[in-house]
């Protein structure tokens, strides 16, 4: 079946513009990932969506940072006024119950900010 | 919250070699720990993983192990292959949450 998506694949933007990224989980997987990759370093969480259950946004490392999942499925993460530092592939993965399972991660949107 | 170190950052061996990368974790309430590898340019793909209620688990070439009461685990790999080289990463979660931290990865390469 088709895995999870990411739009755009690659996005230059200048600074202090807004940017949405776009994130489509594999049907029916109850968990949405945001995880942010700089070159060359790790997988910073970012946001964590669980079904119904309100976000757990404890990762956003400003309040330019925002994410949305509507209708369970679908999700978006926004970025206020861009900045340099947040040039980074943002990469999102979905997972299904049991909790034991695999986190499915999409192929990244790469942002880069003039 | 949850805090998963990664040592070493970097590693290179021979191919045929052993690589061990270690982990440790904050949140003695974790009992999930998956590991994924990142080829250069791919995305994250789960190789392993184990949990709490085991000690060690084996997948052919690869193993992890994990002691709860350190709250150290970590991921073995037997005789490298050129195709092992890329960068590992370690997680915990706490499975009933499922919010998943990563380490901060390792870079293998392996030297054919």
């Known amino acids: 079946g088709a895995g999870v998506s990411q739009s755009p694949s690659n996005k230059v933007t200048e600074k202090g513009k807004d940017v949405e990224l776009r994130c489509d989980p594999i049907?029916?997987?109850?968990?949405l990932y945001w995880y942010r990759q700089s070159l060359g370093q790790g997988l910073e969480f970012l946001i964590y969506f669980q079904g119904n259950s309100a976000p757990d946004k404890s990762g956003l490392p400003s309040d330019r940072f925002s994410a949305e999942r509507t209708g369970g499925s679908v999700s978006t993460l926004t970025i206020q006024r861009t900045q340099q530092e947040d040039s980074a592939v943002y990469l999102c993965?979905?997972?299904?119950?049991?909790?034991?399972?695999?986190?499915?991660f999409g192929p990244g949107t790469r942002l880069t900010v003039l | 919250g949850e805090n998963v170190e990664q040592h070493p950052s970097t590693l290179s061996v021979q191919e045929g070699d052993s690589a061990v990368i270690k982990c440790t974790y904050s949140?003695?309430?974790?009992?999930?720990f998956p590991w994924y590898k990142q080829e250069l340019g791919k995305r994250p793909q789960l190789i392993i993983d184990?949990?709490?209620?085991?000690g060690e688990k084996k997948d052919q070439r690869i193993a992890v192990t994990l002691n709860k009461t350190a709250k150290h685990f970590s991921l073995h790999i037997t005789e490298t292959q050129p195709e092992d080289s890329a960068v590992y990463f370690c997680?915990?979660?706490?499975?009933?949450?499922?919010?998943?931290?990563f380490g901060p990865g390792t870079s293998l390469s392996v030297i054919p």
């Open positions: 049907s029916g997987h109850t968990a």
């Open positions: 997680a915990a979660s706490l499975a009933s949450y499922d919010k998943v931290i």
């Open positions: 184990i949990r709490s209620n085991v």
């Open positions: 949140d003695s309430a974790s009992n999930y």
């Open positions: 993965a979905s997972k299904d119950r049991p909790s034991y399972n695999e986190q499915f």
